[in-house]
């Protein structure tokens, strides 16, 4: 059984229960570094990177780029804890691997080696919530709002700011504005709080404590 090499940004897993030396019974060694302060010839010896997806997005997807330049082989998996906002733009990072909640050691190196050999892993709430919307974008009440006012919609359920939206989106906050005043227009909204429970019911949000 080959060694993978799973590299654990840091900071950001303080606070997952994350066992090293469990994981290392499974074959897999996990290397804790500052990305800023690490060598290339550490990132080029990776097999995985396991991201924190409740970090900064932007830092995120540097550090993305930033292995991919040197270990283009490398793999990277996200863990979106609360939020799946970010789900869509780390796939077109490259991220092939999307966790809601930490598994056990077994089934997490399970994960690790389908990723490394260049498969897909979505975890079953995140892969779900993703295809309602694809299908809810289509049909009533949500037929009436444009793709992008659809997708301002379901960032501003997550919870995101006006510049994150805008940020991510790639548009202006002038435009996401424009964009929210439509969809509380479109679907009689009035405020955050109503549109996050609208979303909820609709089954587009993960998290169900509305």
């Known amino acids: 059984m080959s060694v993978i090499r799973l590299l654990l940004p840091a900071p950001g897993f303080a606070e997952i229960s994350l066992n090293p030396e469990e994981l290392e019974k499974q074959g897999v060694v996990v290397i804790t570094t500052e990305p800023n302060t690490a060598e290339p010839m550490n990132f080029a010896a990776l097999d995985l990177v396991l991201i924190d997806?409740?970090?900064?997005?932007?830092?995120?997807?540097?550090?993305?780029?930033?292995?991919?330049?040197?270990?283009?082989?490398?793999?990277?998996?996200?863990?979106?804890?609360?939020?799946?906002?970010?789900?869509?733009?780390?796939?077109q990072a490259g991220v092939k691997g999307f966790?809601?909640?930490?598994?056990?050691?077994?089934?997490?190196?399970?994960?690790?080696?389908?990723?490394?050999?260049g498969e897909y892993y979505l975890d079953q709430n995140i892969a779900q919530l993703l295809a309602m919307r694809q299908i809810k974008k289509q049909l009533d009440p949500f037929v009436s709002l444009?793709?992008?006012?659809?997708?301002?919609?379901?960032?501003?359920?997550?919870?995101?700011?006006l510049q994150a939206i805008a940020l991510q989106l790639g548009i202006s906050s002038k435009t996401v504005s424009n964009c929210q005043t439509q969809i509380k227009l479109k679907l009689a909204i009035d405020n955050r709080g109503s549109l996050r429970k609208?979303?909820?019911?609709?089954?587009l949000i993960i998290d169900n404590s509305v």
């Open 198 to 203: 609208f979303a909820n019911c609709h089954g």
């Open 53 to 91: 997806g409740e970090a900064a997005l932007q830092d995120n997807l540097a550090l993305i780029d930033q292995i991919k330049s040197i270990a283009p082989a490398c793999k990277f998996m996200v863990l979106l804890r609360h939020s799946s906002a970010h789900a869509v733009t780390y796939m």
């Open 99 to 117: 966790l809601a909640v930490l598994p056990d050691a077994v089934k997490l190196t399970e994960i690790i080696r389908k990723l490394v050999q």
């Open 146 to 161: 444009s793709s992008r006012e659809f997708d301002v919609f379901c960032l501003l359920a997550e919870g995101c700011s």
